[in-house]
Structure formats: C-alpha cells, structure tokens
C-alpha cells in the first residue's frame, strides 16, 4: 500500500515563495494521478493541482494560475508544489494524494483514495 508524506510546509509573509514535497513510499506512484489539496478548518477540502499518470499538462485551480507549479518525479517517487506569490489567503493545511480519475472527475475528492497526513503553510504579515 503506498503511503504519502508532505513536508515543506511554514510560515512566510505575503509574496513570499515555498516549496511543499510529497515522498510515496511502499510502492510506486507510477499509475496514480497525483494531486494537492488544501483545507482551511471549517471548511471544504479544496482542489489545487493535479498531475495525472497519463501525462499532459498539469491542470490547476484558477486561483492558484499562474502562482503554483506541481511537478511530479516517478523516478523519485516525489511529487512538489513550488508556491509563489503566496497570499493570506493561501494559508491552510495543504495534502498530497494519489487516486485514479478521469480527467472529469480529477478535481474532486473522492476521486483519490490515498492521502497524506498533511503540511500547514501559514502566510501572515
């Protein structure tokens, strides 16, 4: 069963950049497509990125565009998230995972069922 773990995450102030990380270990990640998620307490979880095991270009959340890149590294069994120009309103805990959707369904939670434990990341002033 593969497992996932975040790290990276921190405090920085806005504007600032940081770098999350997600190692899979107990198997390969090759075959799953891979994704981030944040979640700010009381509310939903909330689709960021996504890099599918089929390939193609990554697909994003329109208000992460522009601002975050998710590469993945099969080889390495590693996927990031490099986040810049973070706002306060990126401030949340921020998962890793790994499921199988289709490209309709690849924003959506349960469309994964492997999930990290999670990485906060605070942006304050």
């Known amino acids: 069963q593969v497992q996932l773990a975040e790290s990276g995450g921190g405090l920085v102030q806005p504007g600032a950049s940081l770098r999350l990380s997600c190692a899979a270990s107990?198997?390969?990640?090759?075959?799953?497509?891979m994704a981030w998620f944040r979640q700010v307490s009381g509310k939903s979880r909330e689709f960021i990125a996504a890099?599918?095991?089929?390939?193609?270009?990554?697909i994003y959340a329109e208000s992460v565009k522009g601002r975050f890149i998710i590469s993945r590294n099969n080889a390495e069994n590693t996927i990031t998230l490099q986040m810049d120009s973070l706002k306060l309103e990126d401030a949340a805990v921020y998962y890793c995972?790994?499921?199988?959707?289709?490209?309709?369904?690849?924003?959506?939670?349960?469309?994964?069922?492997?999930w990290g434990q999670g990485t906060q990341v605070n942006v304050s002033s």
């Open positions: 890099a599918r095991a089929t390939g193609g270009n990554p």
């Open positions: 995972a790994a499921g199988r959707p289709i490209l309709s369904t690849v924003r959506l939670v349960q469309s994964y069922s492997l």
């Open positions: 107990g198997g390969t990640m090759r075959g799953y497509s």
